[in-house]
């Protein structure tokens, strides 16, 4: 009798057990077969700017893509090309002319995606200055993060719509953080701005005015590299990629205040500094992500009058077939 009943007890045990296990495996199996990719950032995924790759990441697009992404910080959009190109990463982020530079050194990659119609780069000016054209900063001092950077040349662009060269303005390569704190503390007119820079100088007690680059120079907003041996023998990864870092960018635009909660949660190092974090975003909506009749489709024209602006300041070269430069394969709007 009790043989029998330690028995039924012991199948019992071992069924429940077998049902636990049925309850856990797919659980178990889904996070076990979601494939790690490394995604190169050109500075520290920490910045707001990487706002939809993070909120990307915090809401599960990417692992519903099966996919367990790797943030991994390079030196700058042309690094991060010359090392997807050369394969230690199969994707990254940069500017969307960034490629225009990368192919000039012979680095075989394409944009895949670009986040948005307008520029990356806004000029940021003191309101009490009435700046209404970027005419009026003849003989002004003008913060750039860099030399080298893409919003540098937007400066440049901007400055040569007008008729005005490097020359007729003081330009200071300040850094991440001079950009704003010199503009912040008035030893600047202007500064070469991302809307992270322009909300900490806000921040710091600037009244600005914005002037969108693309008013008068077209460059290019953030943008999705792959290189071209991915895009030909794995265009599945890319598109999964692609598809999941766009929908962080519509959350976004959808509902900024939803957004700031999501990406905040994801990156506690922005607890307390949500109403900052917020109009980040608000900006990146206004500026930046609008105006796109497909998400992430690249304009060929614009980057075709982009190349020839590098061109004609020696930036590069000579010209490269605009279809060597980027690809809409991935961003069919479906």
Known sequence: MTLTRTTSLGR???????????????????????????YLLPAPSTLPAFGPWMIAQAKGYYAAEGLDVKFVTGRGGVDVAKQVGAGNAVIGGAIGDTPIIARAQGIPIKAVAVLGAGSLMQLVTHKDEKIESPREL??????????????????????????????????????????????????????????????????????????PADVYFKSMAQAILASDETIQKNPQLIQKLVRATLKGMKDIM?????????????????????????????LYKQYVYAGQKVPGQMDEARLGELQKFYVGHGVVPKEVPLKDLFTNQFVSGK
């Open 254 to 282: 959808t509902d900024p205040k939803a957004a700031t909660a999501a990406y905040v949660a994801h990156v506690p190092a922005h607890k307390g500094k949500e109403a900052s974090i917020q109009r980040v975003f608000e």
């Open 138 to 211: 003849k003989g002004k001092t003008v913060t750039v993060i860099s030399y080298t950077d893409t919003t540098y040349y937007a400066l440049l662009g901007m400055l040569s719509k007008v008729g005005l060269t490097k020359n007729d303005v003081t330009i200071q390569a300040a850094g991440p953080a001079g950009v704003w704190q010199q503009f912040a503390s008035k030893k600047a007119a202007g500064m070469a701005a991302v809307p992270d820079w322009t909300v900490s100088a806000m921040d710091a007690g600037a009244q600005v005015d914005i002037l």
């Open 12 to 38: 019992r045990f071992a069924l429940t057990l077998l049902a636990s296990a049925s309850l856990t495996l797919p659980v178990l199996t889904q996070a076990q077969s979601l494939q790690e990719i490394t």
